[in-house]
């Protein structure tokens, strides 16, 4: 993670809070790796990856698809992928 809307809280780092595993609960968010472990699915994807929620502290399975030269679509989901979520990154300036 690189950037964060609202980075601080009560003056210091936003840490990993909701994570599961006490010894992680308190690494900060900035620079945290939480898309993990993927592979090549053709030119234009990505997939049997995991991707960590911050804001609940699960991981989750993931695949990827670049949808533009500026855009990955990351899917988010338990079991099947039709069950899922959605999150769109946009490559900065």
Request: proline content about 6%; charged content about 25%; aromatic content about 10%.
């Amino acid at each position: 993670m690189v950037w964060l809307k609202e980075p601080l809280e009560n003056g210091k780092p936003r840490l990993d809070k909701f994570n599961s595993d006490a010894k992680l609960k308190t690494r900060p968010l900035m620079g945290l790796v939480f898309l993990t472990n993927f592979t090549a699915d053709g030119p234009k994807g990505w997939e049997d990856g995991e991707i960590y929620d911050p804001n609940n502290g699960k991981t989750y399975s993931c695949k990827l698809t670049v949808t533009s030269p500026t855009t990955i679509d990351a899917r988010g989901y338990i079991g099947i992928s039709i069950i899922g979520r959605t999150t769109h990154f946009t490559k900065a300036d």
